[in-house]
C-alpha cells in the first residue's frame, strides 16, 4: 500500500513539474524580446542573443557616441534607448528597454574600449533620437532650435540627445503628456571641459497620425519622413488658396497695366495751355 501511495506521489510531481516547465516555457515565449540589434560606430561582442542580457560593445572610433541603427522586436513592445555614464559623466555603455504591457526588458551593451578621457570645448549634439519622433531640421552646427513633430496619441515622450563628443554630456529627457500637449523643451549640452554649454530649444508639435499610423509607414521599405505633407503649409487646402491669391494678384496686375494703356489722355499735347504763366 506504501509503495503505492509513494509512486502515484512521485507520478503527480513529474506531471505538475512537466506542467509548469511547459508553461513556464510558453509564458517565456510569450514576452517581447529583441532579435536583433545594431550600432553605428560599434560592434557587439560575439553578436547579438536574444536569451543574454548583457553584451560588450567594441567602439570603432571610441572618440564618437554610437548610436542605434537598426532593430527587430518580437511582440508587441516599445523600445528605448539611453546613455550610461559613470558618476564622473564619463560614458560607460548603452541601455536599451523594451517596455510592454505586462513589464520590462533591460538589454545593456558596456563598451569594451571606452575613450581616454581628455577635456576641451565640444558642446555640440550630432543627432536627437525620439522613437516615434522625427526633428526638423536635421541636426546641424548652425541651428539650436528645433521642432519635434510627433503623434497625436503619443503620452511618453522619451529624447535622447548625442553629443558628437562621446566625453561631453547632455541628460535625455523622460516626461508624461496628456494627448494635447506640445511642451517646450530645453537641452543642455555641457562639454567634457565643464565649462562650454550649448543650449538646444525642441518644441514639440503633434501630426494628425496615431503611432500605430507613424509605426506602419516607418515599416516600409524606403520610409523617409511621417511628417511631410502634414505641415498646414503643405496641405492641399493650404496650396490651393495660396494659388487662388496669387492669380488673383496676377489678374489685377495685368488689368491694371491693360486700363493703363487704353487709358485716354484728356490734354491734347499740341494744345496750349489755357493760361499763360504771367512774365
Do not use: W
Not at 545594431?38 to 560592434?43: I, V
Not at 557616441?65 to 511582440?75: A, H, M, R
Not at 508624461?176 to 554649454?197: F, M, V, Y
Request: glycine share 4%; proline share 5%.
Amino acid at each position: 500500500m506504501g509503495r503505492k501511495i509513494t509512486l502515484i506521489l512521485m507520478t503527480a510531481a513529474v506531471f505538475l513539474v512537466s506542467v509548469s516547465s511547459h508553461f513556464s516555457v510558453f509564458a517565456q515565449d510569450d514576452i517581447p524580446a529583441l532579435t536583433s540589434i545594431r550600432f553605428s560606430n560599434a560592434q557587439v561582442d560575439g553578436g547579438f542573443k536574444s536569451e543574454l542580457r548583457e553584451f560588450t560593445l567594441t567602439l570603432e572610433d571610441n572618440s564618437v557616441s554610437p548610436t542605434l541603427e537598426s532593430y527587430e522586436i518580437k511582440g508587441d513592445a516599445k523600445i528605448f534607448v539611453n546613455y550610461l555614464y559613470d558618476s564622473t559623466q564619463h560614458p560607460t555603455g548603452i541601455e536599451v528597454k523594451l517596455e510592454f504591457t505586462s513589464g520590462s526588458v533591460i538589454y545593456n551593451f558596456i563598451y569594451t574600449n571606452p575613450a581616454e578621457y581628455s577635456t576641451n570645448s565640444d558642446n555640440m549634439l550630432t543627432s536627437i533620437y525620439c522613437q516615434y519622433g522625427e526633428i526638423s531640421p536635421a541636426v546641424n552646427e548652425e541651428d539650436t532650435a528645433y521642432k519635434l513633430y510627433i503623434p497625436s496619441d503619443l503620452t511618453q515622450l522619451v529624447i535622447t540627445p548625442v553629443t558628437r563628443d562621446i566625453n561631453a554630456y547632455c541628460a535625455p529627457v523622460e516626461l508624461k503628456l496628456d494627448n494635447n500637449q506640445e511642451p517646450k523643451i530645453t537641452l543642455i549640452c555641457t562639454a567634457s571641459d565643464g565649462e562650454s554649454k550649448r543650449e538646444y530649444i525642441v518644441k514639440t508639435v503633434r501630426v494628425e497620425k496615431t503611432m500605430q499610423q507613424v509605426e506602419n509607414e516607418m515599416m516600409q521599405p524606403g520610409y523617409t519622413s511621417f511628417v511631410e505633407g502634414t505641415r498646414f503649409y503643405e496641405k492641399p487646402e493650404f496650396v490651393i488658396t495660396a494659388a487662388a491669391v496669387i492669380g488673383g494678384i496676377i489678374v489685377l496686375f495685368i488689368l491694371f497695366k491693360i486700363t493703363r494703356r487704353i487709358a485716354v489722355n484728356p490734354y491734347d499735347k499740341d494744345e496750349k495751355p489755357f493760361y499763360s504763366p504771367v512774365e
